[in-house]
């Protein structure tokens, strides 16, 4: 009873909060700045897309919001695409984005109810699996065969390194 008090009373005072204020922001700002910077980092694949740009989406998904880090992974891919020239074509491009936006998405609910390590499992399937098949149109499955275990393996790495920032960072007042 007391838990479900604190929790109604938390939810009506984030509803008076602005939703757009400074700290959020800040936030998104620094994260996108990050994802930035790890698009730069490229796992070798045949699209060239596959970089280290998801791993600040998918940490800001668990410590800060589901919105906060859709928007930042989206953004992550579409700036680690055009970092390459957009090799697939921006519309498409645009459709991975909104993907990856589900993914984080998934990744904090997963987080909230079966904990870290499902959470990681499914959003390293989702990112890494399903959204090869965006490949099936322009090659065929071949071409999907071809950049799964690419895009499985970056998948892996940006997922298991925003998993141990939050992990480390969980309990730190950071987060708060």
Not at 45 to 50: A, D, F, L, R, Y
Not at 99 to 109: C, F, K
Not at 144 to 161: D, H, R
Request: aromatic share 8%; charged share 10%; with cysteine.
């Amino acid at each position: 009873m007391m838990t479900q008090v604190s929790i109604q009373s938390n939810m009506k005072e984030d509803l008076k909060k602005p939703f757009w204020n400074a700290r959020r922001l800040a936030i998104m700002a620094i994260f996108i700045a990050l994802s930035a910077v790890g698009s730069f980092i490229k796992i070798p694949s045949p699209v060239c897309t596959i970089g280290l740009d998801s791993a600040p989406g998918y940490f800001a998904a668990l410590a800060f919001g589901g919105f906060e880090g859709a928007v930042i992974i989206a953004l992550g891919h579409i700036l680690t695409s055009a970092v390459v020239g957009f090799p697939l074509t921006i519309p498409l491009h645009l459709v991975i984005a909104v993907l990856m936006a589900l993914w984080a998405i998934s990744y904090r609910l997963i987080n909230k109810k079966l904990g870290l390590i499902p959470a990681m499992v499914v959003a390293t399937i989702l990112n890494g699996v399903v959204s090869s098949f965006i490949m099936l149109p322009m090659g065929g499955m071949g071409a999907v065969i071809g950049v799964m275990p690419f895009l499985v393996a970056g998948s892996a790495i940006n997922v298991v390194l925003s998993g141990i920032a939050y992990k480390a960072l969980k309990q730190s007042s950071l987060l708060k």
